[in-house]
């Protein structure tokens, strides 16, 4: 029987770029939706996993395509700072092919995702010169990220939904910057100083705990300081905050967990 395709929306995040001489300043851009095909899912029982896939890789776009599930998701073209629908998958094992935008393989991986959950899968690094293909591994993470090596090939990174937690203003902030130390503060408010919340290497991440939905943190990196500030509004959340390259300048973006 052949396959129908239908529309999928891919759902963009507001990639933050931070400019190099300006601390303490943001300039957001617009939202966009960008279609992307994908075939026609068979009926199916509830689904056992959920992911939402985020490209924070420091290369302009890559192609991605996840099979081993009810159905195969393709992304022919997933420009970096965004992010993929909470997909519902019928099985726990899937396998990911990354591809150039010049259809060269760059990486593969299959990974089994904890049974019954909603989490992300952060595809970070910098792959633009890699043309060998990455020998394919199984990994298994139920709870946290697995180590990374630092180097600039893509990496992937498994974070879990905290949808169920009793305070939910948990953030998740990733540095997927190659090269590049990542220091995050709080922000000196009256007599209260500046204190140092994180330092991540790359590859690292941190998880902050019980924050205010609304909030302002301080980001340096090479020695410059910038604004990074989170606000919500409605229903308070958690949120992933992958920092990426962006033609070499520091960027980053905010994802909330999406039930």
Not at 29 to 45: D, F, M, V, W, Y
Not at 160 to 187: A, E, F, W
Not at 212 to 234: H, K, M, T
Request: charge should be neutral; charged fraction near 15%; aromatic fraction near 8%.
């Amino acid at each position: 029987m052949a396959l129908i395709n239908i529309p999928f929306l891919l759902f963009l995040s507001v990639a933050t770029v931070l400019p190099e001489q300006s601390p303490l300043s943001v300039t957001p851009r617009p939202h966009r939706i960008h279609p992307h095909g994908r075939t026609q899912p068979t009926p199916s029982p509830s689904p056992a996993v959920r992911i939402t896939v985020v490209n924070a890789t420091s290369t302009p776009a890559i192609s991605l395509s996840i099979s081993g599930t009810n159905l195969l998701m393709s992304y022919p073209y997933f420009p970096q700072g965004e992010w993929t629908y909470n997909e519902a998958l019928k099985s726990p094992d899937i396998h990911c092919l990354i591809r150039g935008t010049n259809g060269v393989i760059i990486a593969e991986q299959a990974i089994h995702f904890r049974p019954v959950s909603s989490q992300f899968l952060v595809l970070t690094g910098d792959p633009s010169h890699q043309d060998t293909l990455m020998n394919a591994s199984k990994i298994e993470i139920p709870f946290a990220p697995f180590p990374q090596p630092c180097v600039p090939e893509l990496q992937f990174h498994v974070f879990p939904y905290q949808l169920g937690c009793k305070d939910p203003c948990h953030y998740t902030i990733v540095n997927g910057m190659p090269g590049k130390t990542l220091i995050i503060r709080s922000v000196a408010e009256g007599l209260k100083p500046s204190r140092q919340l994180a330092l991540l290497t790359t590859g690292n991440s941190a998880l902050l705990v019980r924050q205010p939905s609304s909030v302002n943190y301080e980001a340096e990196i090479d020695g410059c300081v910038f604004l990074l500030p989170i606000r919500q509004e409605g229903a308070a959340g958690n949120c992933l905050i992958p920092f990426f390259l962006n033609q070499g300048v520091p960027a980053f973006i905010r994802v909330f967990e999406d039930p």
